[in-house]
């Protein structure tokens, strides 16, 4: 019975790397809108993915918020491969409690893997001529260059509307979402099911089209109800590896 499951598992990653044209897909059994120790899973086999994909030294691992994210950090332990590396924030402030901002997930990574971190300290919800001044400013200047230059990034994908009244969006911004048909978010921006960006919330750091130049980038994703921001999302960056679980992976299969 055990191998049998664990030929499901590795069929269905096969199958599902193939029909999203991604570069890998990993598959955590379960569901995690059912069970909490799934959000776990995905987080201790997301360590083992990016162990296995950092280079022979200075790497610089970018990260974003959301609970996804902060089960990764909850699984890292000290380790002589990640001593050296650098933890950023992917980008800055987005509306979320501080447990799920990228800077508090930053943090909590260096000090479990005891390697470095920068953080990225710029108010929420941007003004145009706050955003203007910023970035201009030496300090911020340097370490936006930092995030650029990432060697890995590791990120969360959301459902849009879920995401934009955990972030309290204005209405203005609930209803351009609405309108928009928006589906899927990461890291700021919102998507529509063909993975058009839709909406993208003003703050620093790194922007999407940088993605192309970062060596590796993954997310990390489940639960039966985020199939389709997936999906979405993944449709115009499938350059990735993705970390999943059975519930998402099976309803997106479904419709694939
Ligand atoms: O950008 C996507 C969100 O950060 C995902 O958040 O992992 O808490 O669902 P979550």
């Known amino acids: 019975v055990v191998m049998k499951e664990v030929f499901d598992v590795r ?4 199958e599902l790397t193939a029909k999203l044209g991604v570069k890998e897909v990993h598959i955590v059994p379960g ?13 201790r086999s997301t360590v083992n993915v990016i162990k296995r994909h950092l280079l022979p030294e200075k790497n610089t691992i970018a990260v974003t918020g959301g609970r996804s994210i902060a089960n990764v950090a909850d699984m890292l332990i000290p380790d002589t491969d990640l001593k050296e590396t650098l933890f950023v924030p992917a980008r800055g402030g987005l509306g979320e409690q501080v447990e799920n901002q990228a800077n508090t997930i930053c943090a909590t990574m260096a000090r479990k893997a005891m390697g470095r971190y920068r953080l990225l300290h710029v108010p929420d919800q941007l003004g145009r001529d706050a955003y203007e001044s910023l970035i201009y400013d030496p300090i911020i ?14 990120h969360g994908i959301g459902e849009a509307m879920a995401m934009a009244e955990r972030r309290n969006s204005s209405d203005e911004v609930l209803e351009k979402l609405k309108e928009t048909e928006a589906v899927a978010e990461a890291f700021g921006y919102y998507f529509n099911a063909d993975g058009e960006i839709v909406h ?3 703050t620093i750091g790194l922007q999407l089209e940088d993605l192309k130049n970062i060596p590796t980038v993954i997310s990390v994703a489940g639960g039966r109800t985020k199939a389709n921001a997936i999906r979405a999302y993944l449709k115009r960056n499938p350059n990735q590896v993705l970390i999943t679980d059975e519930g998402a992976a099976k309803e997106m299969l479904t419709k694939l």
């Open 11 to 14: 069929a269905m990653e096969e």
């Open 31 to 43: 569901d995690s809108d059912d069970y909490p120790w799934v959000l776990k899973e995905m987080g």
């Open 141 to 154: 200047k340097e370490i936006l260059e930092l995030i650029r230059s990432s060697t890995m990034v590791v």
């Open 200 to 202: 993208k919330v003003l």
